[in-house]
Structure formats: C-alpha cells, structure tokens
C-alpha cells in the first residue's frame, strides 16, 4: 500500500483545510448553537464543488477519488461534524444513484446533485425501526396505474429539513425498496427536530409521507433490492464518509488538548507537564494515528474495489468513532470546567462524537459483523493450513 | 469444475462455512450469507472479471446460487 498523496491530492488536502479555516471553523459553534445550518452555508459548499465532488465529471462533478474524498470528509469533520453529514447523506444520494440509477435517473438528478441545486437524503430510520432495518414498517403499494402510493415516517433525517431529493427505503409488500421522493409532492412533509445532543446544525427532521404517488420511474434499483443493493451501497459510503470524519473530529480534540494543554498554568507549570495530562495526549496521539491509518486502508481498497473494502470500512468507522468519542472525552478533560462551556468547542466534539458512535450502524451493530467475519476469516486460515498440510503429505 | 466456478467458491468460502454447498442452493434465502454479502459480491464479480453489474442486471435470479453467480459471470463476458 502507498499512502504517499499524489501532487493533486496533497493541493486537494490544503485547499480542503484552508476553506474549513476560513469558513466552517469559524461558524460551526454558532450554528451549533442555533441548531441550523443556514442555506448561505449549504450553498457555499456547493460552490466549492464539494456536493458534487463524487458526481462524475461528464455529469458536472468533480469525479473524486476515494482519497481525495475521505481527506474532504476529514477536513470537513475536523471544523463540524454536522457539516460533514451533510457530506454523507448528500453523497449517499449520490453513489446510489451513479451505481443502481437508471439512464433517465442519472441524467436528470446528478447534474442537480453536483451543483447543489438538488440537495439529497437519505430516509431508513424510522420511529420504531433503527439498527433492525430489515423490518422497517413503511409500505409502497402498487396502484393500478402503475405508481406507488407510499406511506412512510423517517426519523432523524440528517440534512431533511433541507432536501429536495430523499431516497427513502419502504417495503413492496417483503420486498424492500428504495424510492426517490422529491420535495413538493403532494402528502411529503417534513418537521425539523431541535434539542438533539449532537449533530444539532444537522438540520435533522421527521419526514412524513401520507399517500404519496410516486411515479414507478422513481423507483432505484428494482423491487426487492432497496435494502442489500442501494441501502447497502448507500451505507458503506455513510460509514467511509463517518469514519473519515471522526478522525476530523479526533484530530479536533486533540488540536484543542494541545494548544489549552500548553498555556495553562496549575501547580505552577503548564498542564502538558504533568504525567497524567501527558497520558491522556499520548493516547489521543497514537489513536488518531492509527484511527487514519484504518482509513487510509479503507481508501486503497475503495479505489480498486477490492470486495474487503465493506468490512474493512466497518473496522475504520468503528475504530475511528470510538477514538473520537475519547479523543472528546480527553479534551473536554483537559479543559476542565472551561471545556464544559460554550467559550470552547470541545463540549462540541464530545456530543458530536456520541452521535458518530450510532449512526450509519451503532458500534454494537459494527462489533457483530467484525465479530463474525473475523471468525470467518479464521476458518478460511484452517482450512488453507489443513489444505497446504494435506498437500504437503502428498508430496 | 469450472474456473469460474472455483473462483466463486473461493469467493464464497470467506463468507460461509461450508463452500462447497450444491450448486443451486440458495445462499440468501438459506440464510448462509448476511446483508453485507450483496454488495461484496457485487464488487468481487466487478473486480475479478471487470464486468460492471447495473440496475438492469438486479435480478435475484443472477446471484441466489453458485450455479446462478457463474451463469451470470458467462453470460456477461
């Protein structure tokens, strides 16, 4: 593996942090604060070309690699984590369509969704159906016309209360599906959600979908195919894009560790000389070494499509979560009583990175399916050890 | 045994414990494989015999067994 950035990925990196410096470090406590992300802001990122930065070229997209778009969700993760789920639940739209989209579909929405004029969603979570997705209770009918009347209720939808576009995942009688469902459909309504922990300028909402038509031509994929193909491929690029981000977040806190760490005097000397304080950096250090490290793996394999890279992505958003949430438990540590206040961000990290522990599948959901391919994977070894011996005796 | 089909079951082997399971039995409705598979068979087919699987190619009939995996491979080659 080569984890050396090209020329045009190392400018990428620089022109990625500057902008977070320059335009999402500055607001993100504010807009925190005021639990939105206001349009100017969604509509600066858009200029950057950062919505469309996975859309390909021939659709007006910047045609990304899977480097160069983990180190935007890093940077971006770095200045808000709310910002960033703007990044994945836009960019799960996105993959989704440019994989399983048809022809009509591409050509109409992914122009729409590299500009920013379209901003999409992603709508599974429901009110009583969170890590048990295969059961979720909302339904598509098959009308004699040939449309679906759909009837759904999303919950906690990152970036709702502002989409045009969601891909909502609903059951055609067992089979699941994915449908786009366009804003301004008649019976589609959306209530934004405010006193969140975290993620509070995620602009989160309930969707609300009572009768709606939905056009078989907005139907992705094909019936039956919404949850292990398009919800599949949505989510793994929800966990690449989350695990990036936490090493953002992780690099964040411990950026504030430092720095509050090196200019604050108790017993006479400054906290960074104290051994305990010293503990808890040196295990921030190492943890989001090695947290981007998992991620720079998940990026390699990601741009050969390399089958490993599902799991391998499942292991970098696990590890990077956890590494986030105690990089922000350090930090606000460190900080102390200020670190509880709204004069420092870490109390911002810290609720963030709880949210990073649960979505885009909860670390518990995570633990089993690393669990049991680790298992799996140990069988495999048996049985290549049992084979070379067999064949050893042979010789 | 076809080389396809070797590389099929090689493929599966990493996912399941028993590999060498008949020909058309079925993985997903047997419950031998999990959601993830999907997807990582979507890839290993894409990588392995650099064939892109599209929507018009979702059809269960394409990927339930060994045989159906092997049979879509051919017919994409």
């Known amino acids: ?395 | 045994m076809s080389t396809i089909e070797d590389a099929v079951r090689s493929f599966l082997g990493q996912f399941v414990s028993d590999p060498d399971v008949e020909g058309d039995h079925d993985l997903f409705s047997s419950g031998m494989v999990n959601s993830l598979f999907a997807m990582q068979l979507v890839l290993f087919v894409e990588k392995q015999y650099g064939i892109t699987v599209a929507n018009e190619d979702l059809d269960y009939e394409n990927f339930k067994s060994v045989n159906a995996i092997v049979g879509f491979i051919q017919s994409k080659q």
């Not at chain 1, 560790?257 to 200019?263: F, I, K, N, P, Q």
């Not at chain 1, 305990?276 to 390699?300: C, D, G, P, S, T």
């Not at chain 1, 930090?331 to 206040?341: D, F, P």
């Open chain 1, 1 to 395: 593996m080569d984890f050396d950035l090209t020329t045009e990925q190392s400018r990428a990196k620089s022109e990625f942090r500057q902008w977070v410096e320059q335009c999402v470090v500055p607001v993100a406590d504010a807009n925190d604060n005021r639990e939105q992300t206001p349009p100017e802001l969604i509509a600066e990122i858009a200029a950057n070309g950062y919505l469309g930065a996975l859309v390909a070229k021939e659709y007006g997209g910047r045609g990304m690699d899977a480097l160069t778009w983990g180190l935007l969700c890093e940077e971006v993760g770095r200045g808000s984590a709310s910002l960033l789920s703007l990044l994945t639940v836009h960019g799960m739209v996105i993959q989704s369509l440019a994989k399983w989209g048809t022809l009509a579909q591409r050509e109409r929405w992914l122009p729409k969704l590299a500009t920013g004029a379209t901003v999409g969603a992603f709508g599974l979570t429901e009110p009583n159906i969170g890590s048990d997705a295969k059961n979720i209770e909302s339904t598509a009918v098959l009308q004699a016309d040939g449309t679906y009347l759909l009837n759904a209720e999303k919950r906690w939808i990152s970036f709702g209360a502002s989409a045009d576009l969601v891909l909502v995942i609903a059951k055609v009688g067992d089979k699941a599906t994915a449908f786009l469902v366009e804003r301004g459909m008649p019976g589609f309504s959306i209530e934004p959600i405010r006193g969140m922990l975290g993620f509070r300028s995620a602009n989160i909402a309930r969707l609300l979908m009572r009768d709606v038509i939905i056009p078989a031509q907005n139907i992705v994929g094909k019936v039956g195919f919404g949850f292990s193909h398009i919800a599949g491929t949505a989510l793994d690029h929800g966990r690449y894009c989350v695990g990036w981000g936490c090493v953002g977040l992780a690099q964040a806190a411990l950026d504030a560790a430092l720095s509050y760490s090196g200019e604050r005097y108790q017993f006479e000397v400054t906290l960074n000389k104290h051994q305990l304080i010293q503990e808890m950096l040196a295990e921030m250090i190492v943890n989001v070494k090695a947290a981007r490290m998992l991620n720079y793996h998940a990026a390699f394999l990601k741009d050969r499509g390399d089958p490993s890279l599902i799991m391998e992505t499942s292991m970098a958003k696990y590890f990077a979560s956890r590494v986030a949430s105690q990089a922000a438990n350090a930090a606000v540590q460190i900080h102390g009583a200020n670190g509880c206040s709204s004069d420092y961000p870490v109390q911002r990290y810290f609720r963030d990175a709880k949210i990073m522990e649960i979505i885009e599948g909860s670390n518990q959901m995570q633990q089993i399916i690393i669990a049991k391919s680790g298992y799996q994977q140990h069988l495999v070894n048996k049985r290549a050890a049992r084979r070379s011996a067999a064949e050893g005796e042979g010789r």
